[in-house]
């Protein structure tokens, strides 16, 4: 008898609901105000995604203020008050142990900008004209 030896690959359902209450608890943190520092006064900042460790003992909260301006500044407060935010969040995650917190600039806006401007290119619609051509 053959035993299966394949692992999955990418994570698991519980790290993606655990990633999704973390995300949802810093977007109301975040809508709230609550964090008192003069780079975050004003700040609109989205979480498009928090992904989990295994063993959820850190999550990995990629980040964006709106329009993008001051990201890594942004990043460098949120990462100082971290452990304020993991106390703030933590009621809200219903976990024995809160997660730790780590914060990234979240450049999926900017990867967008590079596919979306490579497609629209001269060589891709010269490309594509040619197969609507063919049919």
Do not use: C, W
Not at 115 to 131: M, N, P, Y
């Amino acid at each position: 008898m053959k035993r299966d030896t394949h692992k999955p690959t990418g994570p698991s359902q519980r790290m993606l609901r655990v990633g999704e209450l973390v995300r949802h608890a810093l977007a109301a943190l975040f809508s709230r105000g609550e964090i008192e520092d003069p780079l975050l006064a004003g700040k609109v900042i989205t979480v498009p995604e928090v992904r989990m460790t295994p063993d959820l003992k850190l999550a990995n909260a990629y980040v964006m203020p709106l329009g993008g301006e001051g990201s890594a500044e942004v990043v460098a407060a949120l990462n100082r008050h971290h452990r304020f935010i993991r106390g703030r969040i933590a009621p809200e995650l219903d976990l024995k142990f809160p997660p730790d917190l780590r914060f990234f600039v979240d450049n999926t806006f900017e990867e967008f900008g590079k596919i979306d401007a490579l497609l629209r290119s001269e060589r891709v619609q010269r490309d594509l004209g040619e197969d609507e051509d063919d049919a």
